[in-house]
């Protein structure tokens, strides 16, 4: 089928196609990314991953895929402490992504799909996704990029996937934008916080204990970024493919 970008298209051919086609949603954030990656890259990574695997899966999807503008912000207010961040709270975030949702469905669109490429957004893009799903009438469904990765695939040397600002965001960024990466920062990140078995914890430790950064960001090279992109569009695509097919 045809792969369509929605800002590049026309309101008449939006509308012929939305009803039949499957909306493709990247969301993202404006963050401190240690002190060398730009402050957009989880919104780059995730605009470009939802790009790429958009236009290999018009091929074999059945149905036409539309992908909508990346959205820029994200529930990023646990980076304030290192200012260079544009943050929506995350009941804004939930909001802003019910409202998108809410716009796909009155023009006409059925099936929407979150591609998430933001930790903080977990919650906010579960949250709106059920709530558009029942508000709405749209089928939705939501994925974290990174949790496609094949990591069997790079079972000799894998990455911390995702991390932040650590050797995979800054190898997939040298990659995509070679000429927005600083000098790597060689010093390894050791997080302090408490480990508990099955337990998540929250604290504004963490990032200051790190710099703002996990792993180890000098490992990072454009050679793997490249193979890591094509690794984990090739998954969205696939992704897309049954989503289309049974959303």
């Given at each position: 089928?045809?792969a369509?970008?929605?800002q590049?298209?026309?309101?008449?051919?939006?509308?012929?196609?939305?009803?039949e086609?499957?909306?493709?949603?990247?969301v993202?954030?404006?963050e401190?990314?240690?002190?060398?990656?730009?402050?957009?890259?989880?919104?780059?990574?995730?605009g470009?991953?939802?790009?790429?695997a958009?236009?290999?899966a018009a091929?074999?999807?059945?149905?036409?895929?539309?992908?909508a503008?990346?959205?820029p912000?994200g529930?990023?207010?646990?980076?304030?402490a290192?200012?260079?961040?544009?943050?929506?709270?995350?009941?804004?975030?939930?909001?802003?992504?019910?409202?998108?949702?809410?716009?796909?469905?009155?023009?006409?669109?059925?099936?929407?799909v979150?591609?998430?490429?933001?930790?903080?957004?977990?919650?906010?893009?579960h949250?709106?996704?059920?709530?558009?799903?029942?508000?709405?009438?749209?089928?939705?469904?939501?994925?974290?990029?990174?949790?496609?990765?094949?990591?069997?695939?790079?079972?000799?040397?894998?990455p911390?996937?995702?991390?932040?600002?650590g050797?995979?965001e800054s190898?997939?960024?040298?990659?995509?934008?070679?000429?927005?990466?600083?000098?790597?920062?060689?010093?390894?990140?050791?997080?302090?916080?408490?480990?508990?078995a099955?337990?998540?914890?929250?604290?504004?430790r963490?990032?200051?204990?790190?710099?703002?950064y996990?792993d180890?960001?000098?490992a990072?090279?454009?050679?793997d970024g490249?193979?890591?992109?094509?690794a984990?569009?090739?998954?969205?695509a696939?992704?897309?493919?049954?989503?289309?097919?049974?959303?």
């Open positions: 089928m045809t369509w970008t929605w590049q298209t026309d309101r008449d051919r939006l509308a012929a196609v939305l009803p086609a499957l909306v493709v949603l990247p993202g954030t404006v401190q990314h240690g002190p060398h990656l730009p402050t957009g890259t989880d919104a780059m990574i995730a470009a991953v939802a790009a790429a958009v236009q290999r091929a074999d999807a059945p149905r036409d895929l539309v992908l503008p990346t959205v912000f529930a990023s207010d646990h980076h304030f290192f200012g260079a961040t544009l943050s929506l709270s995350p009941e804004t975030t939930t909001a802003v992504l019910n409202d998108l949702a809410r716009s796909v469905a009155a023009d006409g669109g059925r099936r929407l979150l591609v998430n490429g933001h930790g903080g957004n977990r919650g906010p893009c949250s709106a996704a059920a709530s558009a799903a029942t508000r709405h009438g749209l089928a939705v469904a939501y994925l974290d990029y990174w949790e496609l990765f094949p990591h069997h695939a790079f079972s000799a040397d894998p911390n996937v995702p991390g932040h600002a050797r995979f190898a997939l960024i040298a990659h995509l934008h070679p000429e927005l990466v600083g000098t790597l920062p060689d010093r390894a990140a050791q997080p302090a916080v408490p480990e508990a099955n337990v998540t914890v929250h604290t504004p963490l990032w200051h204990t790190i710099d703002g996990t180890r960001p000098a990072a090279t454009g050679t490249a193979a890591w992109f094509g984990l569009a090739d998954a969205l696939d992704r897309l493919v049954t989503l289309a097919r049974d959303l």
